[in-house]
């Protein structure tokens, strides 16, 4: 095979940031860094045939350029191919499409039975796939049951629970409740004071995680850490023109209020008065929808922009919709990651939303 | 009204469900355990289900996704005259698929179970490339073939069956490499040996009323995956991405698929690293889903759509 041409796998991204690009591997789900200078000639291979390339950099540079696609190829990133092959290979179409209006959504606190019956239907009719179901306060065993078993013949396929420790939370507990609802894919336990917290743990396909800090109000949520990155192809397609928080997502926030997310104070009408759909077909509010990355100051100029979720209810600026999420310590500018809520410059915010960062 | 006929197992006609809700086309749906019990009303036939019915004249478009339909008769006791209501039932159920086959569809139940041989035949008389294939029952014969050229052989199942089940153990049929002939009785069960084709890359294509899907992929750089690709390498996954086939390929293999009467299927090829392409088989009834992820092309939505367009079309 000659190897005239370069060619990064479709399934490989590069995506190139303010000092440092990255590669990511959305089908091996790994991540790279890489010069700006391999951006550049990675981007220019698809077009021009590596000989074309030396002369453009000058024959001297020939040797780092081969170093440069020597690497990829170890890697497995990429591919050498001949002049014959150049139409076989597009690039990935990154088209989003849904079939659906409503992917996810949160109820925070909500405790009436009543309601749920009224609101699983409303969400049923907008074919949401996922509940997230928030508690702060106590939650007796029985209630939960109830809760769950209301989602059973729901077409409601994935169900989170978020709920504070009580002594009743035992492990029998929460293997009962996984194996009576297959649907739970996720159980957060907050404010686990014990001297023993459990350990965190997959049950079937739920996931369990114990955490000690007490969550009073919806401020928990928006943390930026790399450990929530995701190098998947879906989430690649959803982040080019969409919001990877919001887009698709509806929440009732503790007092009934229709919103895009329980900490965004905008209310697009309140449960007991209109339905899901007449909210969300409200002017405004698929606005946040389509806010991506590539509109987001700071994050626009970060190598990470693709593979990062978002946050747009704790913002830098909470006047600006497009200002980069409070809660990342990542500096784009600099490549150093640091602690968000210790930083002087983000003290006034951090007070402006209230939110307890101990 | 479109019908569905699947099996209750397969998850691709759920995501394609989702999608006909989205567009708005009805449908109903017949999983192969569902009894269907018939009645003939004047010019009109009732399928009665256990929880619902619908006539025949109220569909316009099938989509015969795989399985078969299941149905119910009075069955007799008598020996004899059981007999004959089986070759009556025989030919009872061959004219309900003919009606069902008369409407526009993707897939008929007729045409989803098809010969590896045939289709090789057909293969080369329109034009493609495939592998030099040999029926072999006889160890002399199996010696010859083995040391005539230098080319590496295989074996692989004449009816593409995955696996063998008995009570105690699962045998999964691979594609096995065959070095020599010294472990063969004289005589055995008539086997299919291949000519072994050294890849660049293989093709997933999934073909459907005219229109191409392609996914390469590389699976060279690692030994395990050399020969059979089901044999699947966890660690490292074999590369898959989207792939353009030239259009004198595509021509090609539209003639074959007019010749098989198929208007969609999954076909497999090779890709030489001489860049020939040739063509392993064609599976109507294959998973279209690990061609669809890998290069986001959304083939459930566009099976939907196109059906959709069928039931507006007639
Ligand atoms: S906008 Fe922020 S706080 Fe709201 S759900 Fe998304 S990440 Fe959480
Ligand atoms: S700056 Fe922070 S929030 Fe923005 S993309 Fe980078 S890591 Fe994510």
């Known amino acids: 095979m000659n190897k005239k041409y370069f060619n ?190 459990p350990k965190n743990i997959t049950l079937g396909l739920t996931e369990i995680i114990y955490v000690n800090k007490e969550f009073t109000n919806f401020s928990y949520c928006g943390n930026i850490s790399k450990k929530f990155f995701s190098p998947s192809l879906e989430h690649y397609v959803e982040s080019q023109n969409h919001n990877t928080c919001l887009n698709q997502k509806i929440s009732i926030d503790s007092q009934g209020n229709i919103k895009n997310c329980p900490a965004i104070p905008n209310n697009f009408g309140n449960i007991k008065d209109v339905t899901l759909t007449e909210a969300i077909n409200t002017q405004g509010y698929k606005q946040l929808w389509s806010i991506s990355k590539d509109h987001i100051e700071v994050c626009k100029d970060c190598e990470f922009r693709h593979i990062c979720t978002d946050c747009r209810a704790f913002t830098e600026n909470p006047k600006d919709n497009y200002s980069k999420p409070l809660k990342c310590g990542y500096n784009p500018y600099t490549n150093e990651w640091s602690e968000w809520s210790t930083n002087p410059l983000k003290q006034k915010t951090i007070e402006y939303y209230n939110i307890e960062t101990s | 009204m479109l019908l569905i006929i699947t099996s209750e197992q397969d998850h691709s006609s759920l995501l394609v469900i989702d999608w006909l809700n989205h567009i708005g086309l009805p449908w109903i749906r017949i999983n192969e355990k569902d009894a269907i019990e018939l009645s003939f009303i004047e010019n009109d036939i009732k399928f009665q289900l256990e929880s619902f019915s619908f006539l025949l004249s109220e569909i316009k478009v099938v989509w015969y996704r795989r399985g078969f339909l299941n149905f119910k008769f009075f069955i007799s006791k008598l020996f004899d005259v059981d007999e004959f209501r089986r070759i009556e039932l025989k030919k009872l159920k061959e004219y309900i698929y003919y009606k069902l086959s008369q409407l526009p569809n993707i897939n008929r139940f007729e045409n989803a179970d098809v010969n590896k041989l045939i289709v090789t035949e057909k293969a080369s008389e329109v034009g493609l490339l495939t592998p030099k294939e040999y029926l072999v029952s006889n160890k002399e014969i199996l010696q010859k073939i083995l040391t005539s ?84 390498n966890i660690v490292k996954p074999n590369r898959n991405i989207p792939f353009n086939v030239p259009h004198h390929i595509k021509q090609k293999i539209i003639k074959l698929m007019e010749k098989l009467d198929l208007n969609c299927g999954s076909i497999d090829m090779i890709v030489t690293p001489q860049l020939e392409f040739v063509f392993l088989e064609v599976n109507p009834v294959g998973q279209f889903g690990m061609v669809s992820y890998p290069c986001n092309y959304y083939l459930h939505r566009e099976v939907a759509q196109h059906l959709h367009t069928l039931s507006h079309g007639s």
């Not at chain 1, 399934?11 to 190139?16: D, L």
């Not at chain 1, 949401?128 to 059973?152: A, D, G, P, W």
């Not at chain 1, 009576?180 to 159980?187: A, G, V």
């Not at chain 2, 008539?190 to 899907?213: A, C, D, N, T």
Request: include cysteine; aromatic fraction near 14%.
């Open chain 1, 8 to 197: 990064l796998f479709a399934n490989c991204f590069i995506v190139k940031g303010y000092n440092r690009s990255l590669i990511f591997d959305s089908q091996r789900m790994k991540t790279v860094f890489v010069p700006n200078d391999m951006y550049d000639i990675v981007i220019k291979a698809k077009s021009i045939s590596i000989q074309q390339i030396y002369e453009e950099y000058g024959i001297d540079n020939k040797e780092i350029i081969d170093e440069y696609f020597d690497s990829l190829i170890e890697s497995e990133l990429g591919f050498y191919m001949s002049e014959k092959e150049r139409d076989f290979f597009p690039e990935i179409n990154t088209a989003y499409h849904s079939p659906f209006q409503i992917t996810n959504s949160v109820l925070e606190e909500m405790r009436d039975m009543k309601l749920y019956k009224k609101v699983i239907s409303q969400l049923e009719a907008l074919d949401c796939q996922y509940v997230e179901l928030v508690f702060y306060n106590n939650t007796s065993n029985e209630f939960l049951t109830n809760i769950l078993s209301l989602f059973k013949l729901s077409s409601i396929k994935f169900i989170g629970l978020i709920i504070p420790y009580d002594s009743t939370k035992t492990p029998e507990f929460i293997k009962k409740i996984c194996s009576q609802n297959l649907r739970l894919n996720k159980i957060l336990v907050h404010n686990v004071q014990v001297q023993e917290k």
């Open chain 2, 149 to 232: 050229t230098n080319t590496e052989h295989a074996t692989k199942s004449i009816s593409g069956y995955g696996t063998i089940s008995s009570d105690t153990v699962n045998y999964k049929i691979l594609t096995k490499k065959l070095d020599d002939a010294n472990s063969t009785p004289e005589n055995f069960f008539p086997s299919l040996v291949q000519e072994y084709i050294e890849k660049r890359y293989e093709l997933r294509i999934f073909y459907m009323h005219g229109k191409f899907w392609s996914m390469a992929i590389f699976s060279q750089s690692d030994d395990t995956t050399e020969v059979d690709f089901r044999n699947y």
